[in-house]
T-cell receptor, first 112, second 115 residues
């Protein structure tokens, strides 16, 4: 898996958009960008993934730069329940090769 | 999304005993499951890849004789921590692959405390 770099922590006011950046400058052509989050003392939760096009689902939007060297996860209206550690992971989506290497992630604190 | 369960959610045991943790995919079949370990204030570390019907693949530094993995069916993988010691106390999390892009869905985790 390509190495990813994320800021260790971020704050966001409730109701505002949370924009979480991730750098993956060594990503290879067939590696996808996956985002997961882990709320304290729980298992990680899948959020979204993408290859090169921007993606949106009911939880978030993923913006991937044209050169694929970085991406941004956007939570459009952050709530207190979005407080968690967010992990950006570059990985191959094929069977056993799709094992994930978790970095240190970004600890997002949503405040009133 | 796909649902993965773990049992038990927490366990306390004496040093030297063995503990079995179950990981089940509830609404899908999982040929491949993964086992992770997470120490306090640290990130998840992959321990092994569990393949239905075949031997597990362990990550470097993980003792296969200490962490026994069995994936006997398409919905169940088990991790047995043998002769547990206090340094094995950790949060153990499993995941299973599902969906068209092999997204991983995680269980809620099992907190193991060895006294």
């Amino acid at each position: 898996d390509a190495k990813t770099t994320q800021p260790p922590s971020m704050d966001c006011a409730e109701g505002r958009a949370a924009n979480l950046p991730c750098n993956h400058s060594t990503i290879s052509g067939n590696e996808y960008v996956y985002w997961y989050r882990q709320i304290h003392s729980q298992g990680p939760q899948y959020i979204i993934h993408g290859l090169k096009n921007n993606e949106t689902n009911e939880m978030a939007s993923l913006i991937i730069t044209e050169d694929r060297k970085s991406s941004t996860l956007i939570l459009p209206h952050a709530t207190l329940r979005d407080t968690a550690v967010y992990y950006c992971i570059a990985s191959w989506p094929t069977g056993t090769a799709s094992k994930l290497t978790f970095g240190t992630g970004t600890r997002l604190q949503v405040t009133l | 999304g796909a649902v993965v369960s773990q049992h038990p959610s927490w366990v306390i045991c004496k040093s030297g005993t063995s503990v079995k943790i179950e990981c089940r995919s509830l609404d899908f079949q999982a040929t491949t499951m993964f086992w992770y370990r997470q120490f306090p204030k640290q990130s998840l570390m992959l321990m092994a890849t569990s393949n239905e019907g075949s031997k597990a693949t362990y990550e470097q530094g993980v003792e296969k004789d200490k962490f026994l993995i069995n994936h006997a069916s398409l919905t169940l993988s088990t991790l047995t921590v043998t002769s547990a010691h206090p340094e094995d106390s950790s949060f153990y999390i499993c995941s299973a692959i599902a969906g068209p892009y092999n997204e991983q869905f995680f269980g809620p985790g099992t907190r193991l405390t060895v006294l």
